[in-house]
C-alpha cells in the first residue's frame, strides 16, 4: 500500500462521518488516461475532498509555503502535490502540471485560484483552459456543494467529460476554455444545491 492509499483510507475514515459525504457522478471520472478535474473552491478541504472521494489518485498543485512547513512540508510530495508560487507565472508548476496529464494521471485544478470568500463560485483564471488545450486529457467539471458543518451532508458532484475536440480544433483561447469549463461547474452546483 502507497502513502497515498493510506492517508486516503485514513482521511475517509475520519471525514466521512463528519461530513457525510454524498458522491455523485463517480462513474464520470475515467479510468484511464490523463484527467483535468476542475473543482469549483469554498474550503481549505478542498482538494482533500475531491482528492479522497475520486475512484483514482489525484494530483495538485500546494502553495510553496506549505513545502517549508515541519513535518507537513515532507507529507505533501507524498500525497501527489507539488509546488506552485502564487501570484506569478510559475512556468515550472505548468511544466509540471502538463507532465501529470501527459503522463496519464488526474490532476486536480481549481481554476478561480483560490477560496471563494462568498461560497459562489467565482471568475476562472486562465490556468485550467491552458491545461486543457495544451493536452489530450479528458476535463471533468467537479462540485462541491457545502456547507462544511458538522453531521451536515456535504456533495461532491463529478460531472460528465467536456467535450474539448471542436475548442482544441478551432484554437479557442485558455480564457474561453475556462469559461466553458467554469459554466459546466455553475450548471453542476444549480442542479445538485
Known sequence: MTF???AKSVLLGVLKPIYRFEVIGRENLPKSGGVLLCTNHIHNFDPIVAGINA???VHFMAKEELFNVPILGK???HLNAFP???GMSDREALRKGLSVLKEGH????FPEGTRS???ELGKGLAGAGFFALR???EIVPCAIIGPYKAFKRLKVVYGKPIDMKAH????ATAEETTEIIMNEIRKLINEYR
Open 135 to 137: 493536452t489530450d486529457a
Open 168 to 171: 482544441r480544433e478551432r484554437k
Open 55 to 57: 475512484p483514482r489518485p
Open 106 to 109: 488526474v490532476f486536480g485544478l
Open 4 to 6: 497515498y492509499s493510506f
Open 117 to 119: 470568500k462568498t461560497g
Open 84 to 86: 506552485v508560487k502564487r
Open 75 to 77: 507529507l505533501v510530495p
